[in-house]
């Protein structure tokens, strides 16, 4: 049976990298009615970040403009949240490759090309689809300990 949506969030921000830490904070507090776990939130803090990271420096080339928008929408199903982050950059051309460990299409050593596999590891599921009419849209899961799970102390 599908979860029951309780609460929804969208928000657009410009890719300027002072966003990043704007980004990870909304989306953490948009789960505080699910009273996370200090890990749960940190977790999902860094997959954000990296998420968004990728959108200012690959997807807007570190342009910093006001006119490249990044939507990030989060979805709360009972315990289940949804984040979808999406941009309309250059894309990618092979995603598949994209994701594989250590792969970076920067060339200065500035990236170590473990952003994918972070959110993968951070987040319980993440896909990554081509955006309608160019870009890239990053789709992530988590799901948070359950009320009486705690209480039980698991
Ligand atoms: N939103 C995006 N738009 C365009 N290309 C992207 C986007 N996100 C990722 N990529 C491409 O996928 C590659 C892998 O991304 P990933 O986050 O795993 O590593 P990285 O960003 O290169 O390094 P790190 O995240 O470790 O600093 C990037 O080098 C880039 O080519
Ligand atoms: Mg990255």
Redesign the pocket.
């Known amino acids: 049976m599908n979860k029951k949506i309780i609460n929804t969030m969208s928000m657009t921000i410009p890719a300027k990298s002072e966003n990043e830490s704007f980004a990870r904070a909304a989306v953490a507090a948009f789960c505080s009615s699910l009273d996370p776990t200090v890990d749960e939130i940190s977790d999902l803090k860094t997959a954000v970040s990296?998420?968004v990271?990728?959108?200012v420096?690959?997807?807007?080339q570190k342009r910093q403009s006001n006119d490249d928008i990044i939507t990030i929408a989060c979805e709360l199903a009972e315990d289940m949240l949804t984040v979808k982050?999406s941009?309309h950059?250059?894309?990618?051309p092979d995603?598949k490759q994209?994701?594989?460990?250590f792969?970076?299409?920067?060339k200065d050593g500035?990236?170590?090309?473990?952003?994918?596999?972070?959110?993968q590891s951070f987040m319980d599921k993440i896909s990554?689809n081509n955006n309608e009419g160019g870009?890239?849209v990053?789709t992530m899961q988590k799901n948070f300990t359950k009320e009486a799970e705690k209480v039980s102390g698991e």
């Not at 994209?98 to 460990?101: D, L, S």
């Not at 500035?110 to 959110?119: A, I, K, N, P």
């Open positions: 990296e998420a990271t990728n959108c420096v690959h997807a807007y982050i941009d950059g250059v894309g990618i995603i994209a994701m594989q460990p792969y970076t299409t920067v500035e990236r170590s090309g473990m952003g994918f596999t972070v959110m990554v870009g890239t990053v």
